[in-house]
């Protein structure tokens, strides 16, 4: 953010501008250390029921009837310039006066598409690169310190699109606006912007070059670190509680989660974490990302420059996305191009599941889960059984397909198309839930590990989808859904409960509510639906056919 020549005259004299935060292992310093002791950006203002103090200055949100929102506040500096490819540089300038904070940031840049329909590689590139912004929503009447959990939220799109600012329906609804989740379960919510796609993770031998620690990628994974830690420095400001964060996010946001677990540099940022319908074996070895970044270089023009970080920083964000388009793939087979985490041995030690099974990871209490249905948007409306085959060949191959079918047989789901939408469901999802959730109870023993199953669907012909149950963990069916059954009205509700209720003491029961038992012997889940009920052992035979494919086999917990 730009300032004033006053108030820079002003930081030459109280030490405002600070130094640029020195960067060890590939991740910028906390900057909780760089603060002048002497400095007060919020010097002469009042705070309000709208404007709240923070390390840069006072900011002014909205105030409504449903809480307080405090939208697009920058955390660090844009990643412009020099800095596309660089870890996130806090920046301390004081801003001017009180920032008005009651819109949300810009996405960050992205190839604009539409859950469930068909990729389309020349649609829309939209957003940008300034993009590093986060959101925080408070129930009304919190003052300062006041002691709240807190709920921290990474989106999903697969690390290649998705906003905080997201919204659905023919309404609109901004789905991650957490004023009524704040409101109605009296925590303070944060939303975030971090980088995507190349942007945020790309990974080339001449980016390592460039690196102190001599590694590239995870950038977007840094970028969610530097917010955490904007949240410990300031969230006591909008009545959170810096040492009760729950970390919680889906899709792709879920596999990040899961990956902050086993980061070095996310120990104590937050306490509690929750992932909803995404994996734990999602990152990729430094030899495949470079493998891709080969074959996205050449759309650039910049393979043969003789100075390659300096010719791909000096395209635009469409240029640089343009140069291989990369498909958002729910239930399928990895693109020969994607973007997400890398297992660079200092941002990322090793493969998050690895290291929970290991117990080298944060260990905290955790949720994992995932939707009954989760790849029903994104399966092709197959009819007959040569397409099931066809379908399932191009999944697992010819050799694994007849073995597919056998498990999955039409007959047992009623249509093929059903019986693909199981198939990817369990392999993409339900069982990779099940990975993890045996991974973590057994690396930390002593600290709870809770599995969910959702299969409450709004409309029943759509099964529970991918995505679904975020309208009823941000308390968004009445806005979205006037007429909201009642057996989704306390979806909605059973939902804000366990999920506020884990946020506060990291124990998602209370409240009345039926007992969701701890992972243990005979893998108890809880199933949320119309009535929450529980089970045990959910499709451990499918799950073990898709653990023996993939050659990763845990066994249940002691």
Same mark, same amino acid.
């Given at each position: ?8 005259a ?8 600070m ?7 590939? +991740?910028?310093?906390?900057a909780g ?15 309000? #029921? &709208? ?8 900011v002014?949100g909205q ?5 307080r ?14 800095l ?15 920032? !008005? ?5 810009a ?6 598409q539409d859950?469930?329909?068909?990729? =389309? ?11 590093l ?10 003052g300062?310190?006041a ?6 939220f ?6 290649t699109?998705? #906003?905080? #600012? ?21 925590v ?9 796609? +190349? ?8 980016l &390592?070059?460039?690196? &102190?620690?001599g590694?590239?990628?995870n ?19 909008f009545g959170?509680?810096?040492? /009760?964060?729950?970390l919680f %996010? ?6 990040n989660?899961?990956?902050?677990? @086993?980061m070095?540099g996310?120990a ?44 791909l /920083? ?6 640089l ?8 793939v729910?239930?399928? /087979? ?5 973007w997400?985490p890398?297992? =660079? ?21 955790l ?6 249905? !989760? ?11 040569a !397409?099931?085959?066809?379908?399932a060949? %191009? ?11 056998m ?5 047992t ?7 693909l939408?199981q198939?990817?469901? =369990? ?18 023993? %002593? ?16 099964g529970?989808?991918? %995505? ?10 009445s806005?979205?859904f006037p ?18 209720r884990?946020? @506060?003491?990291? &124990? ?8 969701w ?15 929450v ?5 959910? /499709?451990?035979t499918?799950?073990?056919f ?13």
């Amino acid at each position: 953010m730009r300032t004033s020549v006053a108030v820079l005259a002003g930081c030459l004299v109280v030490g405002c501008g600070m130094p640029p935060p020195t960067v060890d292992g590939g +991740v910028a310093q906390d900057a909780g250390a760089l603060l002048d002791a002497g400095l007060d950006c919020n010097a002469g203002a009042l705070e309000a #029921s &709208d404007i709240v103090f923070t390390e840069r200055g006072p900011v002014r949100g909205q105030v409504s009837a449903n809480g307080r929102a405090f939208r697009g506040m920058p955390y660090v500096k844009p990643p412009v310039g020099a800095l596309r490819w660089r870890p996130p540089e806090t920046d301390l300038t004081c801003w001017p006066g009180t920032r !008005e904070v009651l819109q949300f940031g810009a996405q960050c840049p992205q190839l604009v598409q539409d859950q469930g329909g068909g990729f =389309d590689a020349g649609a829309p590139v939209e957003g940008s690169e300034d993009c590093l912004t986060l959101n925080v929503f408070t129930p009304l009447g919190v003052g300062r310190d006041a002691g709240l959990p807190v709920m921290a939220f990474i989106h999903g799109g697969g690390n290649t699109g998705g #906003s905080a #600012s997201e919204t659905f329906g023919a309404a609109q609804v901004s789905l991650y606006d957490g004023t009524l989740l704040a409101q109605r379960g009296n925590v303070v919510v944060v939303t975030m912007q971090y980088r995507l796609g +190349v942007l945020g993770f790309l990974t080339m031998p001449v980016l &390592d070059d460039e690196s &102190d620690a001599g590694v590239s990628g995870n950038y977007g994974l840094q970028d969610q670190q530097a917010a955490l830690k904007w949240v410990q420095r300031n969230v006591g400001a909008f009545g959170g509680d810096p040492s /009760r964060v729950l970390l919680f %996010g889906e899709s792709a946001g879920a596999v990040n989660t899961c990956t902050h677990l @086993a980061m070095p540099g996310s120990a104590g940022l937050f306490h509690r974490a929750l992932v909803q319908s995404g994996s734990c074996v999602a990152a990729l070895q430094p030899a495949v990302r470079r493998a891709e970044a080969a074959l996205w270089l050449p759309g650039t023009g910049c393979t043969t420059a003789a100075d390659v970080p300096s010719c791909l /920083r000096a395209l635009t964000p469409e240029q640089l996305i343009r140069a291989y388009p990369v498909p958002v793939v729910v239930g399928g /087979r990895r693109p020969p191009v994607s973007w997400g985490p890398v297992v =660079d041995g200092r941002v990322l030690p090793q493969v998050p599941s690895d290291a929970l099974r290991a117990g080298a990871h944060h260990k905290v209490p955790l949720i994992i889960g995932a939707n009954t249905e !989760e790849t029903a948007l994104s399966m092709p409306a197959i009819t007959t059984e040569a !397409e099931y085959r066809a379908a399932a060949t %191009g999944l697992v191959g010819p050799t694994l397909a007849d073995r597919v079918l056998m498990t999955y047989p039409t007959a047992t789901y009623g249509t093929p198309r059903k019986a693909l939408i199981q198939v990817t469901t =369990d392999a993409f999802f339900g069982c990779q839930a099940r990975i993890s959730t045996r991974a973590a109870a057994r690396g930390q023993p %002593g600290v709870p590990v809770y599995r969910y199953l959702y299969s409450r669907a709004l409309l029943p012909a759509r099964g529970a989808f991918h %995505g679904l149950e975020l309208a009823y963990v941000f308390q968004k069916l009445s806005e979205a859904f006037p007429n909201a059954p009642a057996g989704d009205l306390a979806v909605e509700a059973s939902m804000l409960g366990y999920w506020t209720r884990f946020a @506060a003491t990291g &124990d998602p029961n209370g409240g009345g509510a039926p007992v969701w038992p701890a992972v243990s012997a005979s893998e108890p889940f809880l199933q949320l639906d119309a009535t929450v009920t529980t089970g045990t052992g959910w /499709r451990n035979t499918e799950c073990d056919f898709w653990d023996a494919v993939a050659g990763v086999m845990i066994p249940p917990p002691p």
